[in-house]
Structure formats: structure tokens, C-alpha cells
């Protein structure tokens, strides 16, 4: 007999205030907790591991290095001193290191997103926010995104929001740029490269250059700074205009992010065992390898 097939809701939107009250509001209703969340407030988790009491998922590994071949061009010569050769083999460094990685990414309008890159596309994203209650108990919301390839060569995205109240799931459609952090690197344009010099941050010793950035998800091109890691040619900080034009200001920590755990009760995104085949680490322990059940793309 075929498989069993549950098709989730259908939504447009990505990662927006929105999708997680709807989502809160639809567990709380689906668990039949009996309590109004006509009162629920929702805020942003500050940097780090904890929040309002709340802990986010601590890493499951430490960061694990590579030297980069770009490493002594980073750590010993401006860029103005760099020869075309130089400067052509730092750009493929730095795009090398963002390929395929594993990292949390905070600012003030991003206050926390653990992000998984496989052969320079993001795969799977993992959100987190706090809600409060009408109890006024302080809860963590998760919002965990699979972004699947479709046959039109745009992305189907698998979405499950996530709080101690229960999980909701939804499917959308998005343009083959839709998922976070899609040109972050090969959208600067390193022929008007600026060097800014060499700083210290989060204890890794990086070096800055300002440059224009081309988005390909705003369709617009403003003035980045990308600090990278001197030895690992790792973006470190990136500051740059956020959606609303004001300036965000993102940090990366490259510990390795906790496993991406699907909600037993939902639908399993179809790309999800691909995802985990690819990227072993982000595979919950003693979790099966292949999903009983498969969510159906959105039409």
C-alpha cells in the first residue's frame, strides 16, 4: 500500500511574527488547553544561549576549523596590496567557506537563526522567538523551515512552528532566492572593495572590507562590511541595511548547531532524509532513517 500523505496548510509568507501567533493559536486550540491566547505577546530572544529565562538549543559540537588557502592573504595584506591572482583566490575562499556550513546567525532583527547550507544553497533554517502566555509564562518558539527544490527550479518550503503548546505545519511557494541568506557572499562585488582593516570579534581576529551588496531576494544593492576570520575566511559580522532600510548588524557563531528535530505528529518535508543524508550531524539521535510519512509540496 502507498504511503500515507498529509498535505499541510498552505502559506505564502516566510518567518514572519505572523505565522508564529497563527501557529501558537492553532496549537493551543488543536491540544484543547481550554485557555485564551487572545492575550499572547510575543518578543525577540537577545544574543546568546538564553532569554528571558528561556533557553535556545545550545550547540551540539564545538566549531570545527579548516584552514583556509586564503589564510595568509587575510592575515597579512590589505587588499590594495593584493595582486588579481590574490584577490580572485580570496574571493573563492571566502565562497568556499560559506557553501556548505553550519552556523547561528543573531542581530537585533534576527535575534536568533541557526542556519544549514548545503552546496551553496540554504537547506534548513530553525528560528527562534519568545511568547508569553496569558498565564504570563515565558515560552520558546521555534519556527524550522525545509526549503526543497521544485520542478519549476523555485524552492517549496516545509514549515513547522514549535512551542511547549503543540506544532502547527504549512507548505508555500517561494522564488529560487527565497531562503535566508541566499547571496550573502556571491552578491558582493569585490572590484569596489574597500579595506577596512583588522579588529577583534566574538575572540576571533578578523579582517573587514566594505563593499556594494546585491541582493538577490530585494532585487537592490546597498553598502555591505563583512568582517571574515582571518584563518578560516568565515564571515564573523556582517553589517548591512536590513528590509526596512535601517542598519542590522549580524554575527555568525560557527559552533555546530543542535539536530533538526521534525514534530513526530507533522508531515516530514520530502527533502527532509536528502537533507539528513547530506548533513549527518543535523540527524536526531536514534531517529529512523526514512520518514513513515511525507508532506505534499504546495500547489
Not at 61 to 66: Q, R
Not at 111 to 118: E, S
Not at 209 to 228: N, Q
Amino acid at each position: 500500500m502507498p504511503k500515507k500523505t498529509r498535505k499541510p496548510q498552505d502559506d505564502s509568507s516566510l518567518i514572519t511574527r505572523r505565522d508564529i501567533i497563527i501557529g501558537l493559536i492553532a496549537a493551543v486550540v488543536l491540544a484543547a488547553v481550554g485557555v485564551s491566547v487572545s492575550m499572547l505577546v510575543f518578543g525577540d530572544l537577545s544574543r546568546g544561549d538564553k532569554s528571558h529565562g528561556v533557553d535556545l538549543p545550545p550547540p551540539a559540537g564545538p566549531e570545527k576549523f579548516e584552514r583556509s588557502a586564503a589564510a595568509d592573504l587575510l592575515a597579512e595584506k590589505s587588499y590594495a596590496d593584493m595582486t588579481p591572482e590574490e584577490r580572485d583566490l580570496l574571493k573563492s575562499e571566502v565562497t568556499r567557506a560559506f557553501a556548505n556550513a553550519q552556523f547561528r546567525a543573531t542581530s537585533a532583527i534576527v535575534p536568533g537563526i541557526d542556519v544549514f547550507r548545503l552546496e551553496d544553497r540554504t537547506r534548513v533554517s530553525r528560528q527562534f522567538r519568545t511568547g508569553e502566555s496569558p498565564g504570563g509564562e515565558t515560552v520558546l518558539v521555534e519556527t524550522l523551515t525545509f526549503y526543497c527544490d521544485s520542478p519549476d527550479g523555485n524552492i517549496s518550503s516545509y514549515k513547522y512552528v514549535i512551542s511547549p503548546l503543540g506544532a502547527t505545519s504549512s507548505a508555500a511557494a517561494l522564488k529560487k532566492w527565497g531562503s535566508p541568506f541566499e547571496g550573502s557572499i556571491y552578491g558582493l562585488d569585490w572590484t569596489q572593495a574597500t579595506d577596512l582593516g583588522f579588529r577583534t570579534i566574538e575572540g576571533h581576529r578578523v579582517h573587514g572590507f566594505e563593499m556594494p551588496f546585491d541582493s538577490p531576494y530585494a532585487g537592490r544593492t546597498s553598502l555591505s562590511r563583512t568582517w571574515f576570520d582571518v584563518e578560516s575566511a568565515r564571515v564573523i559580522s556582517r553589517e548591512q541595511p536590513d528590509v526596512g532600510g535601517d542598519e542590522a548588524t549580524y554575527t555568525f557563531d560557527w559552533r555546530q548547531p543542535a539536530p533538526v528535530v521534525i514534530p513526530p505528529d507533522q508531515p516530514v518535508a520530502p527533502c527532509a532524509e536528502a537533507f539528513y543524508d547530506n548533513a549527518p550531524s543535523a540527524r536526531p539521535p536514534d531517529t529512523p532513517t526514512a520518514a513513515a510519512e511525507t508532506a505534499t509540496p504546495a500547489p
